[in-house]
């Protein structure tokens, strides 16, 4: 897996109860797109998380955006975010 993919898990994991993780990059779905650059990925994160599913929705994911403000700043286009016991 990419390596940057990696460091999302790890720092994700290292602030975030987190039971399992997937991350699947959707960057070539949006290949044709006015805004596309390949420098920045369009990701869909896929957690497991029971501390995550027993907040809102909207807490949840402001947090997941706080731990990776860097990345989104520099390496993400677009995150979805997909949250389940």
Do not use: C, G, T, W
């Amino acid at each position: 897996m990419n390596i940057f993919f990696d460091n999302i898990i790890e720092k994700l994991k290292k602030e975030i109860e987190i039971e399992h993780i997937e991350i699947v990059d959707n960057s070539l779905k949006h290949k044709k797109h006015k805004s596309f650059s390949p420098d920045k990925f369009h990701l869909h994160l896929k957690i497991k998380s029971l501390y995550l599913s027993s907040i809102s929705r909207v807490k949840a994911q402001k947090e997941i955006m706080k731990v990776l403000k860097e990345e989104l700043s520099n390496k993400i286009h677009a995150l979805e975010i997909s949250i389940e016991q």
